[in-house]
C-alpha cells in the first residue's frame, strides 16, 4: 500500500506542477483553444491538459509499473502513439484548421493493434453452463480488442463538451479499476489505473469550471485509450459475465451517450465524427438545452456514472 500511496503522490504533483507552467507556455506559443461561436469560453484556453498528463502518467509508468509485464510496453508505446495524433489534432484547431479524419483512425487503429501485439486483448469467455474457457479465433480477438480500443478513444473524446466533464468521468472509472484490480490481485493494473487517476486529479485542479487548461483531443484519446487498456490487461482477463460487466457499467455514461449520438446522425444521414447543431447531439449539450447550467450538468452526468461504478463494486463483491 505504500508503494501506492508513493505512486500516487508523485504522479499528483508532476500533474500539479508542471499544468500552469506548461500552460504559460501554450499562451507564448498560441497553442489555445479560441473562442469561436459554438466555444463559448471569453479567452483563449491552453490545450495542454493531455500533454501534462502524459508526462506525468510517463513517469508513474517508469518508476512503478514498467518491472511487472512486458506487455504494460506495448500499452505505453500505443498511448504515446495517440497522444502524438492528438496534438497534431489540437494544432491544426489552434490554426482554425480540420485535421483530417483517416489519418487520425489510422493511427488509433495502429495504436490498438499494438496493445493487441502485447497480448492486450480479449481472448474469450468462460462458458457458464459447462465451466471452460472457450477461445475466440484470432482473427475475432482482433476485431473485437480494436473495437473496444477505437470506440473508448472516441467516446472519451466525444464527453470532453464540458469543463470537468470528461477528466471526472475517467477518474471515477479508473478508480473503479484501481479497486477491481486490488480485489482481483492484479498489481499492474492497478498501477496503471493509480497513475492515470493521480495524472488526472492534478488536471482536475485547472478543468473544473471554470477552466484555465483544457486536456485537447490528445488528452481525451489517451483517457480512453488507457481505460480500454486497462479493463483488457485487467478486468476482461477474467472473462466471466461479472467482470465482462464491470467494464461495461464503469463507462457506461460515455458508452451509451457515444452510441446513441452515433446511431442517431448514422439514421439522420450525418457524418458520425463531426460536431453538429441539431438534437443529434450530446447528453450533456441536451441538458443545457434544456435550460440546465454547464456545471449542474456536469454533476449530474458525474453522478449518474458514480452510480454505475458503485453498482459494478458491489456486483463484483457479491459473485
Not at 198 to 210: D, H, K, Q, S, V
Request: some cysteine; aromatic content about 14%; proline content about 4%.
Amino acid at each position: 500500500m505504500v508503494q501506492y500511496l508513493l505512486a500516487f503522490a508523485v504522479v499528483f504533483f508532476i500533474s500539479l506542477a508542471l499544468m500552469p507552467f506548461v500552460a504559460r507556455l501554450a499562451h507564448r506559443f498560441d497553442f489555445t483553444d479560441k473562442p469561436t461561436e459554438r466555444k463559448k469560453h471569453n479567452l483563449p484556453i491552453p490545450l495542454t491538459g493531455g500533454l501534462v498528463m502524459f508526462v506525468a502518467f510517463s513517469v508513474g509508468f517508469f518508476m512503478f509499473a514498467i518491472g511487472f509485464d512486458t506487455s504494460l510496453l506495448f500499452i505505453f508505446g500505443g498511448a504515446a502513439m495517440i497522444v502524438l495524433v492528438g496534438l497534431v489534432d489540437d494544432y491544426s484547431k489552434t490554426k482554425e484548421r480540420e485535421f483530417p479524419v483517416w489519418p487520425r483512425l489510422l493511427v488509433h487503429f495502429a495504436a490498438a493493434a499494438v496493445a493487441f501485439a502485447g497480448n492486450v486483448r480479449f481472448t474469450g469467455f468462460f462458458n457458464f453452463f459447462t465451466g471452460y474457457y472457450i477461445y475466440l479465433p484470432v482473427g475475432l480477438q482482433f476485431a473485437l480488442t480494436v473495437l473496444w480500443i477505437m470506440g473508448l478513444v472516441t467516446v472519451f473524446n466525444f464527453m470532453d463538451g464540458l469543463d470537468g466533464l470528461s477528466g471526472l468521468l475517467a477518474l471515477v472509472a479508473g478508480s473503479t479499476f484501481f479497486i477491481v484490480a486490488i480485489y482481483m490481485n492484479q498489481p499492474e493494473s492497478a498501477f496503471l489505473s493509480l497513475i492515470l487517476v493521480a495524472a488526472i486529479c492534478g488536471f482536475l485542479r485547472f478543468n473544473l469550471p471554470p477552466a484555465k487548461v483544457y486536456m485537447g483531443d490528445s488528452g481525451a484519446y489517451l483517457l480512453g485509450y488507457m481505460l480500454a487498456a486497462i479493463s483488457l490487461q485487467g478486468a476482461f482477463k477474467q472473462a466471466t459475465v461479472v467482470s465482462l460487466a464491470i467494464p461495461m457499467l464503469a463507462m457506461g455514461v460515455p458508452i451509451f451517450d457515444g452510441v446513441l449520438v452515433v446511431v442517431r446522425r448514422l439514421l439522420a444521414r450525418k457524418p458520425a465524427h463531426v460536431a453538429d447543431s441539431t438534437n443529434i447531439t450530446h447528453l450533456h449539450f441536451r441538458l443545457m438545452k434544456s435550460g440546465m447550467k454547464p456545471g449542474r450538468a456536469v454533476a449530474i452526468i458525474f453522478l449518474l456514472s458514480l452510480c454505475l461504478n458503485v453498482a459494478s463494486v458491489i456486483l463484483m463483491l457479491m459473485f
